[in-house]
């Protein structure tokens, strides 16, 4: 995988043909994931998700792929900005309607049962939070939406394991906080 993402940012974009296959199948396991996790009745599908998302992954330009972690560090990037812009749309549409739920599960619940959180409060909340920190925000965002391990997660972001955990937990805590007040 590292060799095709190579590839592409080379600028070979016959590449794509090979990449799809061998990305294809993890990031329809981390769409069906979050979308299990979405309110009954949601509109968006795992595919529709998984495509709307390699076609902005494979549209960057800018982008000097590094490797399996650093790709699905970004896909992780792209599967939030949209579900939360699907969420903004479909709260427009109602007018004040309920905010799509988005279930966390253990990876961000210190408690370790589950929670339904308003989506784009957490969106906004992770906003606050890259403002402050942007590090924990981008640690939450590898591990929550882009479902990478903490091993993996520290090689996204050339630091140690036992600062992953470390910040994670503060970051979960600092997002409880937040999003439980809105």
């Known amino acids: 995988m590292t060799r095709l993402l190579v590839r592409l940012t080379d600028g070979d974009r016959g590449v794509l043909d090979d990449l799809l296959p061998v990305v294809y199948g ?54 939030r900005r949209i579900l939360v812009d699907h969420a903004r749309a479909h709260e427009a549409e109602k007018r004040g309607g309920e905010f799509q739920k988005l279930s966390l599960d253990e990876n961000l619940d210190a408690s370790g049962g589950e929670r339904d959180v ?17 590090q924990k925000s981008k640690i939450v965002e590898l591990r929550f939406f882009g479902g990478l391990s903490v091993e993996e997660t520290a090689e996204v ?25 809105e």
């Open 26 to 79: 993890e990031l329809r396991r981390l769409a069906a994931s979050y979308l299990r996790k979405e309110r009954v009745g949601h509109t968006l599908q795992p595919t529709a998700l998984v495509h709307e998302a390699y076609m902005r992954l494979v549209d960057q330009t800018q982008v000097q792929w590094q490797n399996r972690a650093h790709f699905f560090g970004v896909a992780a990037q792209m599967m």
């Open 118 to 134: 308003n989506l784009v409060a957490l969106d906004d909340a992770l906003n606050r939070l890259a403002e402050m920190d942007p």
């Open 157 to 181: 972001l050339g630091v140690s394991a036992p600062t992953v955990k470390r910040q994670w937990r503060m970051a979960k805590a600092w997002l409880y906080g937040q999003v439980k007040s």
